[in-house]
Every structure is written in structure tokens, then in C-alpha cells.
């Protein structure tokens, strides 16, 4: 590569810096909003954050960056990194191009005060005081995607922000395959002998104790709390301004000793992830993750595949009960078989990791059906019941834990939810060759020791950042295209031998 080229790199990684820093400054924001803004400061920050967008939109579409996009567009010999650059701002360019600046700003400011809106009425379980905010925000995608353009289905456009080259027809094939798995397992373990008890976790446990045990675990599992801290949120997120600042939330629950533990070792698994990305990717747009399928195998590889593991609690529950009396008298075995009850549930962060994914296709489901305009935004509450009564035999009593439970669809965020469960999916791929790669792993996590999976995690999924795409990535790493039959394979394996099958 000549200097001429080098030296248009290195004007282009600038630009993009500074880019970087305006977003960072928006997150920041955002977490503020999320863990303690003052009510009353909820209108003018929304005005604040719409400002600060409108300014991002700017950089993002402005004639520089057609230039830079011009000038690489017949440059050959360009690594991975700076290919893969040019190719991220191209598509953000061309996609951020067709959305009027004014609209864009106008999104902006709804999605803010939207998710207010939704924590609200969660709050007050009241479909109806979010209903106008959803309606807006569906008009807007609706508009958005006339923009941007589709071939065969409205949401493939939306997927692709999440899961780029994934499409309905190849979920609809791949979560058909999981589903119908999942429910022949559940209708066995329906009908086993085994009936694991699950009292013990709902007694009341402080919310100091939990945080601190929680703090103790992820940090042992590779968390960095000095490029890192935990805060509260009625949402469980992870935020990251950089790979020295990655921050997580959690919720805690008071009389269930799960819930916030896992969510932490799942947020926890985000943030291992964020803060692996080498500093050498600042500045090229790719130093993040390759996309939410990816980063979701992250987080429940960590809550699930390590979390509930038998060998991660023979190293943690000695540890649990000294600081918990309510364990004492507990079995090792009903404590694990406790950690991994199945049962169908109402709340999808709440779910068992078998069942998990079925909340997931239910709102593939809805949301395919809502974006295509086969159902109106004042249909879901009932679809949502009907669906989950169909699905997993349960029936929501009230908004809050139905159709409200989620944040996602306040900000607009249609086209996440797949991720969650092609997630589990990666996960179990990558689980796969992991174990080929270190025969002795679950020796080593009986042992306390996370050091050899955290290096195997970085160096083959987190150093690459967004390098290369999903697809890519799964077939460089385990050699294959993505497939369920590894994670059907382990729900099998796991729970013919907890239940007995």
C-alpha cells in the first residue's frame, strides 16, 4: 500500500474517532437515564440526546465520508481491518442517507421518552399509557424501512441491523428445528419422577449480600471492575464507552436468589467481551461486537453453559452457603438441580434455559407479524397471551408480565430478539470446539479456574471485534456454518441426566 493510501487511512480512522466520541457521549447519557435521571430532567435530556444525534447524523452522512467511500472504492490490498472499515461506514453511510435529518432527530427524541413511557406504565401494568409511544415508534420503522428498502420480507431490513445476512427464511428453519426439539424435551421432562425443588432460592436475601456475591462471582469469571462497575436498572443492560469503560446493571430481587446472580453472569458476559476488543480497533467503528447474535453467545455461554454448570457450583456453593445461612441443610445435588429447574414461566429473563428460547420465537413471531401489518400494535397484548398460552401453557394475569415485560420495542429495537436465542445457539457451537480445543475445561472450572476459557474467548470471538461478519466468524472458529444441532444436542445431553430420561 502506498503512502498516499496510509496516510487516507489514517484521516479516515480520525474521522471515525470522532464519531466514536459523540456516541459515547450519547451512551453516557443514556445510562444516566437509566440507573438515577430526576424525573423532571427526563424532557430536556430527551432534547439533549436529539441534539447530540442530529450532530452524529451529520458526521455520519456528510460529504467527507462520501469522499473517504469514493477514494477506497478502488483501492486493492487493504488488510482485514481496513477493508472491513470502509465497508462498515459505507453500509452505515448509505443507510443512514436515506433517513431525512429531521426524521432521524424527530426518532430520536420519541425513542427517549418512549422508554420512559414504557418503564411507566410496567410500572402501573398498563398496556394502554404505552400504546401511543409503540404506535409511533411502528410508524416510524414502518416509514424507515420504505427507505431503506427490502426484497422479500419488511423484516429481513431489521434483522440485519442485529444479525447482519440473516434473514426469516433461514430463522424460520433454524428456530422451527429449535422449537420443535425444545418441546419433545419439555414433554418428556414433564412426565419424569424428578421434581426439583426450588424453595430454598425464594427466601429473602438481602440486596447487599446479593450484589456483593455477585461482584465476587463475575469478577473471578474475568470481569474488570477497574474498566468496569455495576449499577441498578428496572432493565438489565451493559453500556461500554470504550473497552475502559464497560459498564453493567442488574435488578435485584429480594425474595428469589437467582435472578439477579444470573443476570449479572449474564451482563458480565457482555462486558468480558467489550472489554477483550483490543485497543488497536479504536477509531475503525469495529470495536465492538460483531453483532447481537454473536454477543449473546457471550452472555449465555457465561449464565448458562459455565453458570449452571454442575462444576461451577462445586467451586461456588461452598462459597454460597458460608455467606448464605438460607442454603444451610442443602443438598449439593438440589441445590444444582434447583439452579436448573424447568418450568414453564411467564417472564423470559426469568425463563429456565430450556424453555428461554421459546419466549424468544414467540416474539420473532410477533414481532414478523407486526412489522409485515399482519397485526396492529393494539392486537399485541392479546396475541402476546394467546401466543404464550399456546407456546409454553402459561397465561399472563396482567400487562406488566406480558406484553410490558421487555424494553426493547420502546426504543425501536425490532429485530433484536432473534439474537437472544441464536445466542444459545452460537454458544453451543462454540462450546463444541471449545471442548475439542480443552479437553479438561469443566476439570478447570471445578477448580475455580476461568483463566483457559476466557483466553480461548478472546482469542478466537473477542480480539476480532467486528472485524468479520457473523457468518465469518462462526466458520472461522468451529469450522462450520451455524447449525442448532450442537444446543439440541447439550439441552439432551443436560437434562436426560438431571431428570432422569
Known sequence: MNEAHKEKLNELRSYIKELEYLNQAMGLIFWDMRVGIPKKAIEPRSEVIGYLSSESYKLETSDKVKE????????????????????????????????????????????????????????????????????????????????????????????????????????????????????????????????????????????????????????????????????????????????KDVRITTKYLTNEFRSALFSTIHEGGHAIYEQDIPDELEGTGLGNGVSMGIHESQSRFYENIIGRSKEFWRYFYPEAQRRFPQFEGVSFEDFYRGINTVEPSLIRTEADELTYSLHVIIRYEIEKALINGKIQVGDLPGVWNEKYKEYLGVEPSSDA?????????????????????????????????????????????????????????????????????????????????????????????????????
Open 68 to 243: 473517504f467511500i469514493d477514494y477506497f472504492e478502488g483501492v486493492e490490498g487493504l488488510d482485514d481491518v481496513s477493508k472491513s472499515m470502509v465497508e462498515n461506514m459505507k453500509k452505515n453511510y448509505e443507510k443512514t442517507k436515506k433517513i431525512p435529518a429531521d426524521r432521524h432527530r424527530e426518532y430520536t427524541i420519541l425513542a427517549s421518552k418512549s422508554e420512559v413511557a414504557w418503564e411507566d406504565a410496567k410500572d402501573k401494568s398498563d398496556f394502554e399509557m404505552f400504546k401511543p409511544y409503540l404506535e409511533k415508534v411502528v410508524d416510524f420503522k414502518e416509514e424507515f424501512i420504505n427507505y431503506w428498502g427490502y426484497e422479500k420480507n419488511k423484516y429481513d431490513t431489521l434483522l440485519d441491523f442485529y444479525e447482519p445476512s440473516i434473514t426469516v427464511e433461514k430463522l424460520d428453519n433454524i428456530f422451527g428445528e429449535l422449537r420443535d426439539a425444545i418441546v419433545e424435551l419439555l414433554g418428556k421432562i414433564k412426565e419424569s419422577k424428578i421434581k426439583p425443588r426450588d424453595d430454598f432460592f425464594k427466601k429473602d436475601f438481602s440486596k447487599e449480600s446479593q450484589e456483593e456475591f455477585g461482584k465476587f462471582v463475575v469478577e473471578k469469571l474475568g470481569y474488570d471492575f477497574d474498566a468496569g462497575r455495576i449499577d441498578e436498572s428496572v432493565h438489565p443492560f451493559t453500556i461500554n464507552f470504550g473497552n
Open 401 to 501: 408480565e406480558g406484553v410490558l415485560q421487555d424494553m426493547h420495542w420502546s426504543d425501536g429495537s425490532f429485530g433484536y430478539f432473534p439474537s437472544y436465542a441464536l445466542g444459545n445457539i452460537y454458544g453451543a457451537q462454540f462450546l463444541n470446539k471449545m471442548k475439542n480445543d480443552m479437553p479438561n475445561m469443566y476439570e478447570e472450572i471445578e477448580k475455580g479456574n476461568f483463566k483457559e476459557i476466557h483466553n480461548w474467548l478472546k482469542e478466537n470471538i473477542h480480539k476480532h471485534g467486528a472485524v468479520y461478519k457473523p457468518a465469518e466468524l462462526i466458520k472461522m472458529v468451529t469450522g462450520e456454518e451455524l447449525t442448532a444441532k450442537y444446543f439440541i444436542e447439550y439441552l439432551n445431553k443436560k437434562y436426560t441426566e438431571i431428570y432422569e430420561l
